[in-house]
Every structure is written in C-alpha cells, then in structure tokens.
C-alpha cells in the first residue's frame, strides 16, 4: 500500500467514525424526545394520579364545539384543569347515554373534579350557560305596548342576559348598556358587519340602531366571558353566513335591489302583517316604491320611540326620523327588526299583485287588500268599528 493510499484510507476511518457518532447521538436525542412525547401523552391521557376527588376548586366555563368527540371534550376538561386525565373522563363517559346528549355551546363545571362529576355536570342542562335565543321581529331595543304597558325584551336585553353566569357565588353578566355603547362606537370592522351592509351602518354614525337587522333570529351559543365587541361581532358575522346560505345575497341581485334592501323590506313585512298576508305585504311595499309612494307604516314610526302601537297620533307620524315613512321617502334608514326566514322569503318572493293599500279590520287578523284609495277609505272604516284603529291614548 502507498503512502497516499495509507492516509486515505485512515480519513475515511476517521470521516466513519464522525458519522457513527453523528448517528449515534441522533438516534439518542430521538429517543429522549419520543420518551419525553410519550410519556406526557401518557400523562395526558392517563397520568399518575388518574382522576380527582372532591368538589372541585373553582368555577369554570368551557366550550364544547361543534363535532367535538368525547376525547376532544376530554382533553379541552383537561386543558382547563377540571379533569386529571383525558383517559378517566372517556371511562366515565363509556356506558352513559347521557353523553351523546351533549350540545355545541358553553357549560359552567368546575376546575379538579372527579371525571364522573365532570360527565354529570355536562349532561345536566342547568349548567349550560351562553344560550341566546332571539325570536323572529325583535329589535335591539326594549319595546313597551301604549295599550298594555307590557314591555318586550329587545335583542341587547337578551344577550345580556345570556351572558349572566353564577362563578364561584359572584354572578358576571354583560350589561344591555355596555353593549349599546359598542354597537354605537366601534367601527363597521370590528363588528364584523358584511360588505353590502357597511354603507348603511356609517351612514347612521354613532346611534346604535345602525345594526338593526344584522344579528338574525334563532339559536345562538354566546361566550359569557367574551367582550362586548366580541358578542356582538360573533352574532353579527354568524348572521351574515346564515343570511348568505339563505341565498339573499344572490337573490337581492336578481331583483336589482341589495341585500340590505332585502332585509329591510322582510323587516317591514314581518312587523306589518300577519305570516299568510306576509307575500302581499311586501308586494304593497314594492309597489309603493315602484311609484314613488311614501309607505306610511305606522311600525316605521313606533320603532324609533320603542314602542307598539297600532293607531299612532297625528304628531308621532309628523316627526322627522330617519325612520318615518310618513315624512321620509323610500326605505327606512335600517331594518325595523330582525326578521324571520318567512318574512325574508316573502320580501323575496312577492305575491303577484297590484295592491297600494291594506288595512287590518278584526281582531282575528283579517287584512284587506286594495288599489283603489276609495275602497282603502271604507275598509279603515270597517276597522274603526271594529275598534282595531282605537288609540290607547
């Protein structure tokens, strides 16, 4: 052998050696990192001391979401320290029906607490916190009736409410006026209104009624430890998704009008009528509009002034708001309400007509329909004996 084969032969001895204690020292920290992973899954899922005993620490509000399994319940119980392991609340869970009665939503437990209490406390609906419910035509104000005094929980009323949540003997709850302050100074963004709606709410600047109509009725899950902002934004971005899915968005287009148009017309619609006269109201309104009526809607008066009234007052109807039909216009300044899917539907799909008038004249809801103004006349005078027209004042 050479000399030059000689001292190549001895680097690559020395270039096997550095890559067996490269190797070698991969292979090592693999092997720490895979103990390590392991045995904090392991710890996860089973731990050292499998579950807790007792009543628990302190109150806590978890969120169990949409698809989540019973392991993902687990490890979010987990997460926030309400159970030691992820494996003893899936070996509590196993057996009990109960468990697949869960809902998406928010639900008060509390922090170490043995699985099985933790499963009971899901199961019970007492411990649901968060759940908004917003029925079809409120709007976000408390509405009083002239004739009863009876007041109507507005949207703002109902979410507060919503939020309230008992921790620990300390009741937390969002405030109706901490909400009407944010609806009323945080930018279009930061509410998450939707594009087609952004004009309308500028327009109005700071009055809070600028999201009139952008949280949509139904079921909701509200974080009761969320900001005001947060609320309200979550609402309002779910809304727009639900209005889309509902097809106004491709609907409003069809007809040559916006989205908000849309939604501001299935406002008036539900306020004004009935759910069988719903398709024929709304064709009196764009028939109205067609012709460069003002509509007159006695509920574009009321709402402004947060009340329910049938037979408005001759002063109420005179004032300039950016509401009035009697004075203004056109549409409305925002929705009236929050309509429901039907009265959407109608605003959508008109009832074929040539209507420019119509008029309640029974308690049972009967509703008259007409072009003719003379005819119009006579049926408010059915009305008025009838006593439906009668004032409360």
Excluded at 59 to 69: E, P
Excluded at 310 to 322: F, G, I
Excluded at 341 to 364: R, S
Aim: proline share 5%; hydrophobic share 40%; charged share 20%.
């Amino acid at each position: 052998m050479t000399r030059a084969q000689r001292i190549r032969e001895a680097r690559n001895r020395r270039r096997r050696r550095i890559v067996g204690v490269l190797t070698l020292a991969t292979l090592i920290v693999i092997a720490v990192a895979a103990v390590f992973l392991g045995s904090k899954l392991w710890h996860t899922m089973f731990g050292t001391a499998n579950d807790y005993a007792g009543e628990g620490v302190n109150d806590v509000v978890i969120q169990v979401h949409d698809g989540d399994s019973t392991t993902a319940i687990g490890q979010t119980l987990h997460e926030h320290r309400v159970v030691a392991t992820v494996g003893a609340f899936v070996s509590a869970a196993e057996g009990n029906p109960a468990i697949s009665s869960i809902q998406p939503g928010f639900y008060k437990v509390r922090t170490e607490i043995p699985a099985s209490n933790a499963v009971e406390r899901l199961t019970d609906p007492h411990n649901r916190v968060g759940k908004l419910v917003i029925p079809e035509g409120r709007q976000l104000d408390d509405v009083r009736d002239v004739k009863t005094n009876a007041v109507t929980d507005g949207i703002l009323s109902l979410i507060s409410r919503a939020t309230c949540v008992d921790l620990d003997g300390e009741q937390h709850c969002v405030s109706a006026e901490d909400l009407k302050d944010t609806a009323s100074t945080a930018t279009p963004a930061a509410l998450a209104v939707p594009d087609w709606a952004r004009d309308a709410v500028t327009a109005l600047g700071q009055d809070h009624r600028r999201l009139e109509g952008l949280i949509a009725p139904g079921m909701w899950n509200i974080d009761p430890s969320a900001s005001p902002g947060q609320i309200l934004s979550t609402l309002i971005s779910a809304s727009a998704t639900q209005y889309a899915k509902g097809g106004l968005l491709e609907t409003a287009q069809a007809m040559n009008l916006s989205p908000y148009q849309v939604l501001t017309v299935g406002s008036l619609v539900q306020r004004e009528a009935t759910p069988e006269d719903f398709a024929k109201v709304a064709r009196v309104i764009y028939n109205r509009l067609a012709e460069n009526r003002t509509l007159e809607f006695d509920s574009t008066v009321n709402y402004p002034l947060d009340r329910i009234e049938v037979a408005t007052t001759d002063a109420d109807r005179a004032q300039l708001t950016d509401w009035n039909t009697y004075v203004r216009p056109g549409l409305p300044a925002t929705p009236i309400c929050s309509p429901g899917q039907p009265a959407l539907t109608a605003a959508e799909k008109p009832e074929p007509g040539d209507w420019l008038y119509f008029v309640t004249i029974d308690m049972q809801g009967t509703t008259l329909f007409t072009r003719d103004y003379e005819q119009h006349l006579a049926n408010i005078q059915l009305a008025m004996g009838n006593g439906v027209l009668d004032s409360a004042r």
